[in-house]
């Protein structure tokens, strides 16, 4: 991205609700598909096993395409390639329901995952182009929006699967009204492009030294947050004896929590600094995770749950803005970190399940507490997710010191 081009606070602030837009455009996706799965299981008729098995190919194709997403990005300019993502991305939901067997919804799948994957990328690098220029922290708002957008797409998704409509007919019709929504949003995004001058970035290059060792935090805080999110509700009706309800009731409320948490973040870290509230938030999930451990009660449990969801929920946001300022090319750094968190989210439910069967799942939620506790260790490599002052010229950016931990 260009350093040189100069915007007006006016132009910033169109930017920043039009890529928080963006996000929730994402979000609502991701939302939307997951509702109809179990009618996507009865139409393909897969099993349990195999459909574990598909569900790994949007991490595979996610993985294998994030790389590509700055090579995208210099050619067509960040606006140009946000909108033909994510405009791949809202119609990729439209695949999976479509697919007659199993061989084709994993590919079907592969692709929505490779869509995501980039145009996540897109989203991620634009918004910390968007909060240097602010200067002032608005990534964890960002994803906020993505929480938000994923809980529109469920409760459109769960009302659809309760009237018994055809998933391929609700599918379409989201896909439609969501690349209508996402390209209208991308409008405002800012137009962002390199200097002539510069290098095309590979094709597809490994993710730099920095962006690993930022990942690794992102690891432990999406392995906590999927592990929480897929297992909260088995924990307490298998461990605690709670009823269904209640124990579904405690899922929705994780994934609320998280929500809330990312939206109200930004204030957080713009008063705190990055690495204070990771390593506060860090302590709060690894509180969490030993209360849910140690829990003889339902309520202490999903108490448990709930500072997990708030220890972890900005730290990914934080990882994303670190990665865009840890080099030269942000779109490269960005896509190593969301590889690792893709990779996380994958392995976290069937690496609990594993734990759970050699041992318990109390076992497992140990094994997520000492996670949690990474995030107290290892929140200095965050950072660089400080809020940096880009006013001043296009030597600012270059001079920019963080100003908060």
């Known amino acids: 991205m260009s350093g040189e081009m100069v915007f007006s606070q006016g132009q910033l602030k169109r930017a920043r609700y039009a890529v928080a837009a963006v996000f929730c455009v994402h979000g609502a996706v991701t939302g939307s598909f997951a509702t109809r799965i179990p009618w996507i299981v009865d139409h393909t008729g897969v099993s349990a096993g195999q459909l574990g098995l598909a569900l790994a190919f949007p991490a595979i194709g996610a993985s294998v395409a994030m790389p590509l997403a700055g090579a995208i990005s210099h050619r067509f300019g960040a606006r140009g390639a946000l909108r033909g993502l994510l405009a791949l991305w809202t119609l990729a939901l439209a695949l999976p329901a479509l697919a007659p067997n199993l061989l084709t919804l994993c590919g079907a799948l592969c692709v929505f995952g ?88 590979p094709r597809f290059a490994l993710p730099p030294k920095s962006a690993l060792v930022i990942g690794a935090i992102g690891f432990c805080a999406v392995f906590a947050e999927g592990a929480s999110l897929d297992w909260s509700a088995v924990y307490l009706r298998e461990v605690l004896d709670t009823s269904a309800g209640a124990a579904a009731a ?55 749950f709930a500072l997990i969801g708030l220890g972890v929920a900005v730290v990914v946001p934080l990882a ?73 010229g296009s030597d600012a950016r270059a001079r920019a010191a963080v100003t908060k931990e």
Not at 156 to 176: I, M, P, W
């Open 114 to 201: 490779a869509t995501a994957g980039m145009s996540d990328v897109a989203m991620n690098a634009l918004g910390v182009e968007v909060e240097n220029r602010l200067d002032k922290s608005i990534m964890s708002g960002l994803h906020g929006m993505w929480s938000a957008g994923a809980l529109i797409g469920s409760a459109a998704g769960t009302v659809a699967a309760h009237l018994g409509s055809d998933a391929r007919l609700h599918h379409a019709l989201a896909a439609a009204a969501l690349t209508v929504l996402g390209l209208a949003a991308c409008q405002g995004v800012l137009d962002l492009r390199g200097a002539a001058e510069a290098e095309a970035p």
């Open 250 to 304: 405690s899922t929705t409320a994780f994934a609320l929590t998280m929500a809330v948490a990312r939206l109200a973040g930004d204030r957080v870290v713009d008063r705190f600094g990055p690495v204070r509230t990771v390593r506060v938030g860090g302590a709060a999930a690894t509180a969490g995770g030993a209360l849910v451990v140690a829990a003889p009660h339902p309520a202490l449990a999903m108490t448990g």
């Open 320 to 392: 994303f803005a670190a990665a865009g300022r840890s080099g030269p090319n942000p779109s490269q750094a960005i896509a190593g970190v969301a590889t690792i968190t893709y990779t996380s989210g994958l392995i976290a439910p069937s690496a609990i399940g594993a734990v759970a069967d050699a041992t318990s799942l109390v076992v497992s939620f140990g094994v997520v507490t000492v996670l949690a506790f990474g995030l107290v260790v290892g929140a200095g490599v965050l950072r660089g997710a400080g809020r940096v002052s880009v006013a001043g």
